[in-house]
């Protein structure tokens, strides 16, 4: 779990990294500049690796998409259905679902920044109708009485001579 954290934070500190730019540093062309086997030190400190910031996203004044589905599946019984679409701040749609009682509900939606959520919902009655499960009471089997032994026990209790002097009693 440490792991992943680390590897999370690590990600996210690169993912918002900030480009800085390198130092501009005058040219010296003195003899007194440090050199590393005929390389200037200082020019290849200037080399250094930096991140590339991802340009945002455009951003849409108006927003447009529209989109449905429908399942219908016998094996099971699940039939449902959704529409929706926007333009710019204004969201209409509907979706429908049958319930366990067989009837169908269908809900139709809007939503705008002036008037907010709303949405209606309408219940249609079952298409086929489904007869109720008949309680019927069967007799309840008849069961006798368990027969019990009577156990006979020995007059003295048994005593186990040198399990427990085995082991020294701690207290």
């Not at 290849?44 to 529209?66: M, R």
């Not at 019927?136 to 156990?151: I, N």
């Amino acid at each position: 779990m440490v792991q992943k954290f680390l590897i999370f934070s690590t990600l996210m500190a690169v993912a918002s990294a900030v480009v800085i730019p390198a130092p501009a540093y005058p040219a010296y062309h003195g003899p007194a500049f440090p050199a590393y086997h005929g390389a200037a030190v200082l020019p290849a400190l200037a080399k250094v690796a930096v991140a590339k910031v991802a340009a945002p996203e455009p951003y849409d004044p108006n927003p447009q998409y529209s989109y449905s589905y429908d399942v219908h599946d016998a094996s099971t019984g699940d039939i449902k259905s959704q529409q929706e679409s926007r333009n710019g701040d204004a969201v209409q749609g509907s979706y429908s679902l049958i319930e366990a009682d067989g009837s169908r509900r269908l809900v139709e939606y809007t939503a705008d920044p002036v008037h907010g959520f709303n949405a209606v919902v309408h219940r249609e009655p079952a298409a086929v109708k489904v007869a109720p499960v008949a309680k019927v009471l069967a007799p309840a089997p008849l069961y006798h009485a368990p027969v019990v032994a009577k156990a006979v026990l020995p007059a003295a209790p048994l005593a186990y001579h040198g399990l427990h002097a085995a082991y020294p009693a701690y207290h």
